[in-house]
């Protein structure tokens, strides 16, 4: 039988190095910060680089390559790989024996790099460990420092990003082979990649979530979503749009060839040691083809409860639903209202040895280790309810349906909570109460939804204001019409409501990150029976709002109070009617 693998806490343990409790602690920090133990040890200065790096090279049996050693820089040949490959994924070609290549790398977990090696230069692969900073030392002193390139001063001459014998290059490599059209695409020296890199490293380190690639009939447009608003970033030559688009399609692994039908890809590259997922969507339009990359931050899902936006009373209600051993909690709220992320913390937080959680998604956006994730494939007939059938047989204890969009998902879902299982998902309706009419009208019943549903949470996410520059707004800046809207007198407003300003932390938008505003409904005896009696929404929000229930407009007010936000952006995103109160 085979000898199991020992944990990297107990080889520094057996060396001597770290102890149990230095280990257990970098333990909770490395969960909390979404990080790996070697690297929290580091972090936190229990132990050297160069001691995590040997306890994993004796944890995964590979050889460590001291690169301070004499003798040792004068064996690496740099000229046995590609320089963009050794700069982009910070690695050393030691040698090369026919068609074994000795690779040194810091991660011998990372096996998407030694497969893409071992595919790009047809050899394979025999990993070596070093620690990551030592790796970089070695690869500056032998090819010359490179700086970031979001943080290059070099410009990119806008009359040669693109040309036409480019273009046509491409397209005859088209027609050749594919791997000749990698090549082109793929020269690191090529003024479209770099601008390509910048544009996604910049977008990243500029909090953006979506890059927005439109081509018009003279140019290309480039927006940036920052904070849920479309920001335009640039203007670029309509020649450049060809290879640009050419481009990401090759990083996403879409078809170059294909310019006719929607396509949909991925990209995972490192950005300030730290990889970042983008979701890329191409759809044909008018003057060429739209690209939207969707910025997937690893951390974006694991911020905690408690920096979702919620306030005390509703956080404790929250934390006392996603603990109940069965019934539906349902989170609605439009696209973009951060829907995803609030249901994601909720299985974090759940997400123990002890428990068996089971999601369908449509796409899977979010990796979780000890979650079993299902991807919706309509295209094969693996649907959500197919999916929610094979899940009920998998014993779990946590469903996650990524939508409720018909009946037939909603039954099975029902039917699962009626059975002991606790399930979460997500339906599309302005605010909670609506929750329970819009199942009725898909054609639920209603005993089933009256008896099914524990609690609906309706959200939005609002910007925060700046905090380096947001001031407290003097007595004539305040708008009334906005304090009316929210229920604030002018008398409660002065002293405590702020105001957006703008400086260079938030691109001069007064605004930095976001929170949510919920309205959480707690279903009783009053609303389960209304439920049951197909009662209209008017009569439940009536009842929800004598039961407690704090509505969207409330909880945003709260925040005004606070300093986190400012009327009108409450008023802009729980869609109050600003027009009512024009009489001014």
Known sequence: MARSRKKLGEILVGWG????????????????????????????????????????????????????????????NVTLIPEDLIRKHLILPLAKNGSRLSLIVSDPMDLELQDMIRFRLNVDV????????AIKTLIDTKLGASGSLADSDEEIPRDSLITDSIDRSIDRSIDKSMDKSIDVATDETSPVVKLCNRMLVEAVKMRASDIHIEPMGDRVRLRYRIDGVCIERDKLPKRMQNAMLSRIKLMSGMNIAERRVPQDGRIKIPVDETQVDFRV?????????????RILRPDSVRIGLENLGFESDNLQ?????????????????????????????????????????????????????????CQVRESIGLTFSAILRSMLRQAPNVILVGEIRDREVGEIAIQAALTGHLVFSTLHTNDAPSAITRLVDMGIKPFLVASSIQAVMAQRLIRI?????????????????????????????????????GCSACVNTGYRGRKAIFEMMLMNARLRELAFQQAPVAQIRKAALDAGMRPLVADGRLKVLGGVTTPDEIARVAQVDTDASDDE
């Open 465 to 501: 204001l700046c905090p380096k520059c947001k001031k407290p707004a003097e007595a004539h800046e305040l708008d009334h019409k906005f304090l009316r809207l929210i229920d604030l007198s002018p008398e409660d407003a002065l002293g405590r409501v702020h105001k957006a300003v």
């Open 281 to 293: 969507s191409a759809c044909p339009i008018y003057h060429g083809e739209s690209v939207v990359l």
């Open 17 to 76: 190095a770290v102890t149990s409790p230095q280990v257990e602690k970098a333990m909770g920090v490395a969960k909390g910060s979404n990080k790996r133990l070697g690297e929290a040890l580091v972090e936190i200065g229990f132990a050297s680089e160069e001691q995590v790096a040997k306890a994993l090279a004796h944890q995964f049996g590979i050889d460590y390559v001291d690169l301070r050693a004499d003798g040792v820089a004068d064996k690496i």
């Open 317 to 373: 209600i929250f934390n006392r639903i996603i603990r109940r051993p069965n019934g539906i909690f349902l989170v609605t709220g439009p696209t973009g209202s951060g829907k995803t992320t609030t249901l994601y913390s909720a299985l974090d937080v759940l997400n123990r040895p002890d428990r068996k959680i089971i999601t369908a998604e449509d796409p899977v956006e979010y990796n979780f280790d000890g979650i079993n994730q």
């Open 126 to 133: 025999d990993p070596k460990l070093a620690p990551r900073s």
